[in-house]
């Protein structure tokens, strides 16, 4: 399996806004091309991940969770996005790949810095208790969240302030510095390491 970085999934509107909305827009598989978000208001899921034209889609119902916050459902389809972004089944995945797309998931929105400490990720996780409806309004499986567990990735993401040529190019760089670095760590995220050491360098030459 293929994997790469997740890169801007999610934006959303500020708390203090008048009124918040959310905006899935971002979304890339694991060859860094775009994954298109659609809202579909006449689907049930909040989320589902779809096939067209050989493509991989995300439609989306905003409205399709009410009773959630606007961070717990952005990072829901942030979570759906982590799937698409490393290489994961549409549907009927296991327990341990479901919580790996929730740590990298946590991680987009903290790289978006609507997650910005320890309290934030409480509240995000007591958030997330989830009924048998609202689990079925999502790709799955079921599972108890433990967001507090994910360690902090040390993958660093190119600035959604960049334009878009010179983010779509920074992006295919990170791409290839991610995949060597889960090579070279053979999928298990370390922060230190010859591994690291050799991602920041790569990092470093992409001109973030």
Same mark, same amino acid.
């Given at each position: +399996? ?7 999934? /999610?934006? /959303? ?9 959310? /905006? ?8 860094? !091309? ?8 006449? !689907?049930? !899921? ?41 290489? +994961?089944?549409? %549907? ?5 790949? $479901? ?13 978006? !810095?609507? /997650? ?12 997330? %208790?989830? %009924? ?5 309004? =999502? ?8 967001? $507090?567990?994910?360690?902090?990735? $040390? ?18 760089? =990170? ?18 390491? $010859?591994?690291?050491?050799?991602? %920041? ?8």
């Amino acid at each position: +399996m293929r994997y790469a970085l997740i890169l801007s999934a /999610i934006l /959303i509107a500020p708390a203090h806004a008048q009124q918040a909305s959310l /905006i899935f827009d971002g979304c890339v598989d694991a060859a860094g !091309q775009p994954v298109r978000a659609v809202a579909d208001v006449s !689907q049930r !899921q909040f989320v589902r991940i779809a096939t067209e034209d050989g493509r991989p889609v995300l439609r989306y119902n905003a409205d399709a969770l009410p009773r959630r916050r606007d961070l717990t459902r952005g990072f829901l389809f942030a979570q759906a996005c982590a799937r698409v972004n490393l290489g +994961m089944s549409p %549907d009927g995945i296991s327990v341990a790949d $479901a919580r790996r797309a929730d740590c990298w998931g946590l991680e987009t929105l903290r790289r978006s !810095q609507w /997650i910005n400490d320890s309290a934030d990720v409480s509240r995000l996780e007591a958030d997330l %208790d989830l %009924d048998a409806d609202e689990w079925a309004r =999502l790709p799955g499986p079921a599972h108890p969240f433990s967001l $507090a567990s994910c360690r902090r990735e $040390a993958l660093r993401l190119p600035s959604a302030t960049r334009p878009d040529g010179d983010r779509r190019a920074a992006n295919a760089c =990170l791409h290839a510095c991610g995949d060597r670095l889960f090579r070279c760590q053979k999928g298990a995220l370390s922060e230190a390491g $010859a591994c690291m050491s050799a991602f %920041d360098a790569c990092e470093a030459a992409c001109g973030r």
